[in-house]
């Protein structure tokens, strides 16, 4: 954090949106392409468009309470489509569906478990990732079956940028504001912008569309499973969010739920046993640089995964043990700089909540209090363990 290391391109560019923020390997130009589109991920913004996020939580909790007490539903399915849902309406003003999808799958979860795998084949082979993307989306398609689903999610995203690019006044149709206003709006001051191009805005909108999804629900899958095999924290957060929320025909929401201890205690722990993204992240020294001790040379690739941190006995004790209360001490602030399952610094994830001080404003502008994963993820724990009596036995 701090160091200003670059990005490593054999790895970013392996997930074919080189024009996208996160592909950018300068981390000055990658502050400024964030300013852009830092006040629509900032609380005032969540907070006007959490229905928008709460309406996909509702149809969550109506598919689930479609399951009969003897059916048996896969979570994990069920979060990652509610959470790319989320990320379809709240960003681009689309509407989302994956949720009615039979049993919680669809084309577009299943591509995104069939094409992960191929960016370690592009890494280390990218003549096979030129290759796919020189040929037509069909072949493709052919050649890998499972990548249907991201092919539809490009024709969907394509055919809304066109009709954006034709007619920048058909914004206004849009029921409310989304990720476009900000990036076609011209910005003076701005002086690293790209040029507005289909490209740029479809690789900027396909990177928010699964790296916001899958993370979120990954966490939501991890703590779920955790609790529900813990029957002394699934009791003590049930009993919090009654307490809290005695009316269930009452709404409660974000600002409510995010005051509340345990949940949020729960929240934390299940972000570091899920750990976010779990590979090492590989930056380029750029001058040679002391690291842990050591002098390690200019142009060296480093990298650090928050699973070591995260697992950490001498930070966390008993690093595989789910234990909420470790966020409840009296010194619990002092292990927040310790969980990184957002990353840190510039390049840090659009979801991350939690900002510390530093004369450098830049690098906090994504550090905000209250981004749109973290309201995700109080509005979907609070509704799951208030609305719904899960087991964790399967029946079978």
């Known amino acids: 954090m701090g160091s200003k290391f670059t990005k490593q391109p054999h790895l970013y560019s392996c997930f074919a949106t080189d024009l996208s923020v996160f592909a950018m390997t300068d981390p000055h130009e990658a502050t400024q392409r964030?300013?852009?589109?830092?006040?629509?991920?900032?609380?005032?913004?969540?907070?006007?468009?959490?229905?928008?996020?709460?309406?996909?939580?509702?149809n969550l909790i109506s598919r689930l309470l479609e399951y009969k007490s003897h059916e048996t539903a896969?979570?994990?399915?069920?979060?990652?489509?509610?959470?790319?849902?989320?990320?379809?309406?709240?960003?681009?003003?689309?509407?989302?569906?994956?949720?009615?999808?039979?049993?919680?799958?669809?084309?577009?979860?299943?591509?995104?478990d069939s094409t992960l795998p191929m960016i370690w084949v592009f890494k280390y082979f990218p003549q096979?990732?030129?290759?796919?993307?020189?040929?037509?989306?069909?072949?493709?398609?052919?050649?890998?079956?499972?990548?249907t689903g991201i092919l539809e999610q490009r024709q969907e995203m394509g055919a809304q940028i066109d009709?954006?690019?034709?007619?920048?006044?058909?914004?206004?149709?849009?029921?409310?504001e989304t990720i476009y206003h900000h990036l076609l709006n011209p910005q003076p001051e701005n002086q690293r912008m790209p040029p507005i191009s289909r490209t740029w805005l479809l690789d900027e909108g396909l990177y928010m569309r699964f790296a916001g999804s899958d993370?979120?629900?990954?966490?939501?899958?991890?703590?779920?499973?955790?609790?529900?095999?813990?029957?002394?924290?699934?009791?003590?957060?049930?009993?919090?969010?009654?307490?809290?929320?005695?009316?269930?025909?009452?709404?409660?929401?974000y600002e409510t739920l995010e005051k509340l201890p345990f949940l949020t205690a729960v929240i934390k722990e299940s972000l570091r046993m899920a750990h976010g993204v779990v590979t090492p992240l590989?930056?380029?020294?750029?001058?040679?640089?002391?690291?842990?001790?050591?002098?390690?040379?200019?142009?060296?690739?480093?990298?650090?995964?928050?699973?070591?941190?995260?697992?950490?006995?001498?930070?966390?004790?008993?690093?595989?043990?789910?234990?909420?209360?470790?966020?409840?001490?009296?010194?619990?602030?002092?292990?927040?700089?310790?969980?990184?399952?957002?990353?840190?610094?510039?390049?840090?994830?659009?979801?991350?909540?939690?900002?510390?001080?530093?004369?450098?404003?830049l690098r906090c502008l994504f550090l905000r209090c209250n981004s749109l994963a973290w309201c995700e993820l109080y509005l979907i724990f609070g509704n799951i363990f208030r609305k719904l009596a899960l087991d964790p036995r399967d029946p079978s």
């Open 282 to 361: 590989p930056r380029i020294v750029g001058a040679d640089s002391e690291i842990s001790g050591s002098i390690v040379p200019a142009g060296t690739v480093v990298s650090m995964g928050a699973t070591v941190l995260h697992r950490n006995p001498d930070i966390f004790p008993n690093p595989y043990m789910f234990v909420p209360e470790r966020w409840l001490q009296e010194d619990s602030n002092e292990l927040e700089k310790y969980l990184v399952a957002f990353s840190k610094g510039s390049r840090s994830c659009l979801g991350i909540k939690y900002g510390y001080n530093t004369v450098d404003s």
């Open 163 to 176: 009709k954006l690019l034709k007619d920048p006044k058909s914004l206004e149709d849009i029921e409310h």
């Open 215 to 253: 993370t979120v629900g990954n966490v939501c899958t991890v703590g779920t499973y955790y609790i529900l095999t813990n029957p002394r924290v699934h009791s003590t957060l049930a009993q919090e969010l009654r307490e809290a929320w005695p009316e269930l025909d009452s709404a409660v929401g």
């Open 128 to 147: 096979i990732k030129h290759f796919l993307l020189s040929v037509p989306e069909w072949t493709a398609a052919y050649l890998k079956p499972g990548t």
């Open 74 to 112: 896969n979570l994990d399915f069920a979060f990652r489509a509610t959470s790319l849902d989320v990320i379809t309406s709240y960003c681009f003003g689309l509407k989302g569906n994956l949720t009615s999808s039979k049993n919680f799958q669809n084309n577009v979860l299943l591509a995104m």
């Open 34 to 58: 964030r300013n852009l589109i830092g006040p629509f991920f900032s609380r005032k913004a969540i907070l006007n468009l959490e229905n928008v996020i709460q309406t996909q939580v509702d």
